[in-house]
Nanobody, 115 residues
């Protein structure tokens, strides 16, 4: 059972940047798709970004041009670079991995964007 652990969240001012990391107990290439979701207070969990087969990326319209999902140098990591952060980006960010018959979720990391 592959475990996913997020890190890198914190408090940042609007316009600032954060880099989230997701570490798997095994290789992220065990998953066909890696992704990031977020859940703001009182709102449904929503898709932020995905990476399929290690290179095909997709982004929510709300983060397009500001966020980047990427593979780390290590085989067991994926990152979410978040630039030009806005207060509406605030929420708990979750890493997920998907392969046939299996989906795994991390515990989440808090991102707060506030003046």
């Amino acid at each position: 059972q592959v475990q996913l652990v997020e890190s890198g969240g914190g408090l940042v001012q609007p316009g600032g940047s954060l880099r989230l990391s997701c570490a798997a107990s095994g290789s992220i290439f065990a998953f066909n798709v890696m992704g990031w979701y977020r859940q703001a207070p009182g709102k449904q969990r929503e898709l932020v970004a995905t990476m399929a087969n290690g290179d095909i990326t997709n982004y929510a319209d709300s983060v397009k041009g500001r966020f980047t999902i990427s593979r780390g140098n290590a085989k067991n990591t994926v990152h979410l670079q978040m630039n030009s952060l806005k207060p509406e980006d605030t929420g708990v960010y979750y890493c997920t991995g998907l392969r046939p018959g299996v989906q795994r979720w991390g515990q989440g990391t808090q991102v707060t964007v506030s003046p």
